[in-house]
């Protein structure tokens, strides 16, 4: 704000509301989104009834509107009535270089990176951090559930046990919860360990005749994480010394936190007692990602990979295209934005989807099957209520546009056609109008998860629509769509 407003009493209330709005969108956009969104909007006037929020763009202005705007309105009408208008205009002028109220740097700041972790432990991730998690609909139990019994200084939901499909941030989410107990007190002796190498450890100790001591390193912890217990299924000699540890560590009143590829309700080969002790606590499961956290996570790699490839950039239909069609887990996702990072580093291959379809042959290949144009207008028709020619037709009501648009974004997403040929194939439009539908779905779906999850259906509707080898019209499925990738979770 200016100093003339930055003197007056209100001015300096309404100041400290906005952090207060600050704080509460971190915590319910997470930090990704927060920074991305939220962190480069500035409070530059209050008077008159009315708060002025500046923004960077054009384009950031309009996506703050859309997404955050009627939210940020109500929360400073919530904090202070006195205010119940807010205005976002775009100002491109650089911010000052040093914020009116610093941040405190974070005890991550100060401490060394190397946090010691007990003797037999797998060394910390740098980049496993609660800061570097992407939150969404599917993961945002077990993020806040970790993160609570990461800053509680007592044992909570004890056993945490997190389960779900590879690559959904089950590790991530271990490195996290040691990262900080350690951050908040590093003489607590926590050891974080895999399953694999608990059950070699124990081994070496059977055949070196000294168990007592993996015993006592075992349970003599403040922390216990053993990452992927689904390994020692039907290994009955180390299932039996891990339930004691368990027992003893929970009769100690230290924190455990387990994960595996399943419930534990569905481990084979394991003993009541240890299934009722594995599920004595919290069993919180991390479902496969959406579609809106692929994106978010999309995105949120790409903003860290163009730091240290200056000149990257993973435009809007690049990465629509990569959430859509690599929906198996996040390191898949991760593994293929760096092969588009190296396949495009050098500026002479631009992202463009025709690219990304011969870089990332083998990423897509599970999407092998060929979907033609016309299996897509069949299949959004049908999913609407509508008639194919009326996608095809000049009729401009909203009942027809929007699936219109939705049927030409599937296109460009799931054909090789460009976007004149895609224009051709709905009435003859020129490629202007299909490229603005495509826009218009993207902008939809990363502002509306209802919407994106709509259009995700439709998406794995088609893909899973079957033909009699691709040589007679698809046939409807009968009984539903049936399950799809995504379901396995």
């Given at each position: 704000m200016t100093s003339q407003e930055a003197k007056s009493p209100v001015a300096d209330q309404v100041e400290v509301v906005w952090q207060r709005v600050r704080e509460r969108l971190k915590l319910e956009l997470g930090a990704q989104r927060f920074q991305y969104w939220i962190d480069p909007l500035r409070l530059v006037a209050a008077k008159d009834g009315r708060v002025v929020i500046a923004c960077n763009s054009h384009f950031e202005r309009d996506?703050?509107?859309?997404?955050?705007?009627?939210?940020?309105?109500?929360?400073?009408?919530?904090?202070?009535?006195?205010?119940?208008?807010?205005?976002?205009?775009?100002?491109?002028?650089p911010r000052a270089a040093q914020p009116v109220n610093p941040v405190?740097?974070?005890?991550?700041?100060?401490?060394?990176?190397?946090?010691?972790l007990v003797e037999g432990s797998s060394p910390l991730n740098p980049a496993y951090t609660f800061e570097s998690f992407v939150i969404g609909r599917t993961n945002q139990i077990a993020f806040h559930e970790a993160r609570r019994v990461a800053e509680s200084d007592v044992p909570v939901a004890n056993p945490l046990f997190l389960f779900g499909a590879t690559g959904l941030g089950k590790s991530h989410l271990m490195h996290a919860i040691a990262r900080q107990k350690l951050l908040r007190n590093p003489s607590l002796r926590v050891m974080l360990i895999s399953a694999e190498n608990f059950m070699r450890l124990f081994i070496t100790a059977i055949k070196a005749n000294d168990t007592l001591s993996f015993k006592n390193l075992v349970r003599n912890v403040d922390v216990l994480l053993i990452d992927d217990l689904h390994f020692l299924i039907g290994k009955e000699a180390t299932q039996e010394e891990l339930v004691a540890a368990l027992?003893?560590?929970?009769?100690?009143?230290?924190?455990?936190?387990?994960?595996?590829?399943?419930?534990?309700?569905?481990?084979?080969?394991?003993?009541?007692?240890?299934?009722?002790?594995?599920?004595?606590?919290?069993?919180?499961?991390?479902?496969?990602?959406?579609?809106?956290?692929?994106?978010?996570?999309?995105?949120?790699?790409?903003?860290q990979m163009a730091k240290e490839r200056p000149g990257f950039v993973l435009n809007s239909e690049a990465a629509h295209f990569m959430a859509q069609r690599i929906a198996t887990n996040t390191r898949e996702l991760e593994g293929a934005l760096t092969r588009v990072v190296t396949q495009s580093s050098d500026g002479s291959r631009p992202v463009t989807i025709e690219n990304l379809n011969v870089?990332?042959?083998?990423?897509?290949?599970?999407?092998?099957?060929?979907?033609?144009?016309?299996?897509?207008?069949?299949?959004?028709?049908?999913?609407?209520?509508?008639?194919?020619?009326?996608?095809?037709?000049?009729?401009?009501s909203r009942s027809i546009v929007r699936p219109r648009q939705i049927a030409m974004y599937l296109a460009?997403?799931?054909?090789?056609?460009?976007?004149?040929?895609?224009?051709?194939?709905?009435?003859?439009?020129?490629?202007?109008?299909?490229?603005?539908?495509?826009?218009?779905?993207?902008?939809?779906?990363?502002?509306d998860p209802t919407f994106a999850e709509e259009v995700e259906r439709l998406r794995l509707s088609i893909r899973n629509w079957p033909v009699d080898g691709g040589t007679t019209p698809p046939r409807p499925p009968s009984g539903g769509e049936g399950p799809s990738r995504d379901a396995q979770g």
């Amino acid at each position: 704000m200016t100093s003339q407003e930055a003197k007056s009493p209100v001015a300096d209330q309404v100041e400290v509301v906005w952090q207060r709005v600050r704080e509460r969108l971190k915590l319910e956009l997470g930090a990704q989104r927060f920074q991305y969104w939220i962190d480069p909007l500035r409070l530059v006037a209050a008077k008159d009834g009315r708060v002025v929020i500046a923004c960077n763009s054009h384009f950031e202005r309009d996506k703050i509107v859309e997404g955050h705007g009627e939210r940020i309105a109500n929360m400073i009408a919530e904090m202070i009535p006195a205010f119940g208008a807010v205005e976002f205009v775009v100002d491109m002028r650089p911010r000052a270089a040093q914020p009116v109220n610093p941040v405190r740097p974070t005890t991550a700041d100060v401490l060394p990176v190397e946090l010691p972790l007990v003797e037999g432990s797998s060394p910390l991730n740098p980049a496993y951090t609660f800061e570097s998690f992407v939150i969404g609909r599917t993961n945002q139990i077990a993020f806040h559930e970790a993160r609570r019994v990461a800053e509680s200084d007592v044992p909570v939901a004890n056993p945490l046990f997190l389960f779900g499909a590879t690559g959904l941030g089950k590790s991530h989410l271990m490195h996290a919860i040691a990262r900080q107990k350690l951050l908040r007190n590093p003489s607590l002796r926590v050891m974080l360990i895999s399953a694999e190498n608990f059950m070699r450890l124990f081994i070496t100790a059977i055949k070196a005749n000294d168990t007592l001591s993996f015993k006592n390193l075992v349970r003599n912890v403040d922390v216990l994480l053993i990452d992927d217990l689904h390994f020692l299924i039907g290994k009955e000699a180390t299932q039996e010394e891990l339930v004691a540890a368990l027992d003893s560590l929970l009769d100690q009143q230290k924190q455990i936190i387990l994960s595996a590829d399943r419930s534990p309700s569905l481990f084979e080969s394991m003993s009541d007692r240890a299934r009722s002790r594995l599920m004595s606590g919290a069993s919180i499961e991390i479902q496969a990602t959406d579609f809106e956290l692929r994106l978010a996570i999309l995105e949120s790699k790409a903003r860290q990979m163009a730091k240290e490839r200056p000149g990257f950039v993973l435009n809007s239909e690049a990465a629509h295209f990569m959430a859509q069609r690599i929906a198996t887990n996040t390191r898949e996702l991760e593994g293929a934005l760096t092969r588009v990072v190296t396949q495009s580093s050098d500026g002479s291959r631009p992202v463009t989807i025709e690219n990304l379809n011969v870089w990332l042959a083998d990423f897509l290949r599970a999407y092998d099957r060929r979907v033609t144009i016309e299996e897509i207008k069949k299949k959004v028709a049908e999913h609407y209520g509508l008639k194919v020619a009326e996608l095809e037709s000049p009729n401009r009501s909203r009942s027809i546009v929007r699936p219109r648009q939705i049927a030409m974004y599937l296109a460009r997403l799931l054909t090789p056609r460009s976007y004149p040929e895609i224009g051709r194939r709905f009435g003859n439009r020129d490629h202007t109008t299909v490229m603005h539908a495509v826009e218009t779905i993207q902008r939809l779906t990363s502002i509306d998860p209802t919407f994106a999850e709509e259009v995700e259906r439709l998406r794995l509707s088609i893909r899973n629509w079957p033909v009699d080898g691709g040589t007679t019209p698809p046939r409807p499925p009968s009984g539903g769509e049936g399950p799809s990738r995504d379901a396995q979770g």
